[in-house]
T-cell receptor
Framework: DGGITQSPKYLFRKEGQNVTLSCEQN?????MYWYRQDPGQGLRLIYY???????QKGDIAEGYSVSREKKESFPLTVTSAQKNPTAFYLC?????????????FGEGSRLTVL | AQSVSQHNHHVILSEAASLELGCNYS??????LFWYVQYPGQHLQLLLK??????LVKGIKGFEAEFIKSKFSFNLRKPSVQWSDTAEYFC????????????FGKGTTLSVSS
C-alpha cells in the first residue's frame, strides 16, 4: 500500500538530547513537509522540501533541522535548542511541480521530553 | 505572509443540526483553499478543496464549502450533522505560486451528540 510512514509513533527523551524523527513515503511525491501540532494551535509548518537536496524553513524552524538526501525520505531532527519540543509531529507529502496543495499525512510521532 | 483564521475553537451540536464553520484567510494573491478533517485516532485527510471555477465546492460525506473572494472566506457547511462527524476540522490555504507550502488555521473541534 502506498503511503507515508512515520517512526517512532511515541518517543520519550531527556532534556538536552537531540532526537530524529523518521518520515518515509512511497507515493513518488516530490514535496515533503513537517508540521507540529499543539492543542489549540493547529498545524504549524516547520520545514518543507520541494525537491531532493533542497528545503525551506517554515514558520517555526528554530531548533529543528532536516535533510532530503533521497526523494522518499525527509527526517526531522529536534535539537536541544528547541525550547519546547514536546508535541505531536506530522509529516506530509504532495506532488510537485504543479503542486495542488493536496497533502497526504502520516500518522504522526508524539515526542515527550522529560 | 499568508494566515488563516478559524472563528470557532469548539462547536457542540446535536445530530441533525446544521453546521457552518467559519474560515478567513489573509493573502492578496490567488490562493488554493482546503478543508482537512482529523477524526479521533486517525490521520488528517482531505475533506474538500477549491482551486478555481464554481465557488461552491462539494466534498466527501455531504460537506460543502463556499469561496467568497470579496470576504476572503471559505466557510464549511453541512445541512445535517451526524455523530460520526465528531472530529477536528482545519482550514488551509496555499498561494498558487510554485514553491509555497500549505498554511493551516488553528482548527475547530466539532462535537456531535446523538
Amino acid at each position: 500500500d502506498g503511503g507515508i510512514t512515520q517512526s517512532p509513533k511515541y518517543l520519550f527523551r531527556k532534556e538536552g538530547q537531540n532526537v530524529t524523527l523518521s518520515c518515509e513515503q512511497n507515493l513518488n511525491h516530490d514535496a515533503m513537509y513537517w508540521y507540529r501540532q499543539d492543542p489549540g494551535q493547529g498545524l504549524r509548518l516547520i520545514y518543507y522540501s520541494q525537491i531532493v537536496n533542497d528545503f525551506q524553513k517554515g514558520d517555526i524552524a528554530e531548533g529543528y533541522s532536516v535533510s532530503r538526501e533521497k526523494k522518499e525520505s525527509f527526517p526531522l531532527t529536534v535539537t536541544s535548542a528547541q525550547k519546547n519540543p514536546t508535541a505531536f509531529y506530522l509529516c506530509a507529502s504532495s506532488r510537485a511541480p504543479g503542486n495542488t496543495g493536496e497533502l497526504f499525512f502520516g500518522e504522526g510521532s508524539r515526542l515527550t521530553v522529560l | 505572509a499568508q494566515s488563516v483564521s478559524q472563528h470557532n475553537h469548539h462547536v457542540i451540536l446535536s445530530e441533525a443540526a446544521s453546521l457552518e464553520l467559519g474560515c478567513n484567510y489573509s493573502y492578496g494573491g490567488t490562493v488554493n483553499l482546503f478543508w482537512y478533517v482529523q477524526y479521533p485516532g486517525q490521520h488528517l485527510q482531505l475533506l474538500l478543496k477549491y482551486f478555481s471555477g464554481d465557488p461552491l465546492v462539494k466534498g466527501i460525506k455531504g460537506f460543502e464549502a463556499e469561496f467568497i473572494k470579496s470576504k476572503f472566506s471559505f466557510n464549511l457547511r453541512k445541512p445535517s450533522v451526524q455523530w460520526s462527524d465528531t472530529a477536528e476540522y482545519f482550514c488551509a490555504v496555499m498561494s498558487n505560486q510554485a514553491g509555497t507550502a500549505l498554511i493551516f488555521g488553528k482548527g475547530t473541534t466539532l462535537s456531535v451528540s446523538s
